[in-house]
């Protein structure tokens, strides 16, 4: 399992990038789908989870709709036009992270991207 504070750093793309292959999703169906596609190995927890998706409605990123279902009530987030732009800026800088890290960790080995003139 990685640390807390690099699930932590990648909460937002991480958020933003399944909202916006699955549409709109409720808390509860983006912490098990990051648990699925993950293997288990990812494991985001709610009190991590609802500040995200807060600070992202607050930016504008996403809208919600309340729904009912068995009586009880749903919050549905989904991306707006800025929240998809935005998510791909994040996962841009985030692939350009991984790549960086990559030549820091091993730096001989060749990459393929060379997108911050590294």
């Given amino acids: ?43 985001i927890k709610f009190g991590a989870l609802y500040p995200i998706l807060h600070k992202l409605e607050a930016e504008g990123e996403l809208i919600t709709e309340t729904v009912l279902v068995e009586n009880r009530a749903r ?7 800025k929240g998809n732009e935005t998510v791909k800026v994040k996962l841009t800088e985030f692939n350009n992270f991984v790549e960086a890290m990559k030549l820091i960790l091993n730096p001989s080995a060749k990459t393929n991207l060379n997108l911050w003139g590294i």
């Fill in 75 to 81: 919050k549905y987030y989904q991306l707006t036009k």
């Fill in 1 to 43: 399992m990685p640390s807390k504070d690099l699930l932590r750093g990648t909460m937002k793309t991480i958020v933003l990038k399944l909202l916006s292959e699955n549409g709109k999703m409720y808390g509860y169906e983006i912490t098990q789908k990051v648990k699925e596609l993950s293997n288990g190995q990812l494991e």
